[in-house]
Nanobody, 113 residues
Framework: QVQLVESGGDLVQPGGSLRLSCAAS????????MSWYRQAPEKERELVAT???????YYTDSVKGRFTISRDNAKNTVYLQMHSLKPEDTAVYYC???????WGKGTLVTVSS
């Protein structure tokens, strides 16, 4: 069955950096676009970034220039490198296979001094 396991979340100070990882299994990873979503407290889940199987990327405006999505098809893993973190980036971050409704448990990122 499809499994998505996110990791790398932590407490970080404003301006800091983190790298999130998502290990995928149960499907042919290289053939699918992968996305990162986030859900802040009392807010709707939002799309943060997407990367196609061929490496084309998309970012929501609020993270452009600060976040980078990447993938390693040999490791079935998608990454989210986050720089210049802000308190408003605080959320649970999830990865997801595009067009499919499979979700992992997420990883918590807290940006606070």
């Amino acid at each position: 069955q499809v499994q998505l396991v996110e990791s790398g979340g932590d407490l970080v100070q404003p301006g800091g950096s983190l790298r999130l990882s998502c290990a995928a299994s149960g499907f042919t990873f290289s053939m699918h676009a992968m996305s990162w979503y986030r859900q802040a407290p009392e807010k709707e889940r939002e799309l943060v970034a997407t990367i196609t199987g061929g490496g084309v990327t998309y970012y929501t405006d609020s993270v452009k220039g600060r976040f980078t999505i990447s993938r390693d098809n040999a490791k079935n893993t998608v990454y989210l490198q986050m720089h210049s973190l802000k308190p408003e980036d605080t959320a649970v971050y999830y990865c997801k296979r595009r067009y499919y409704d499979n979700w992992g448990k997420g990883t918590l990122v807290t940006v606070s001094s």
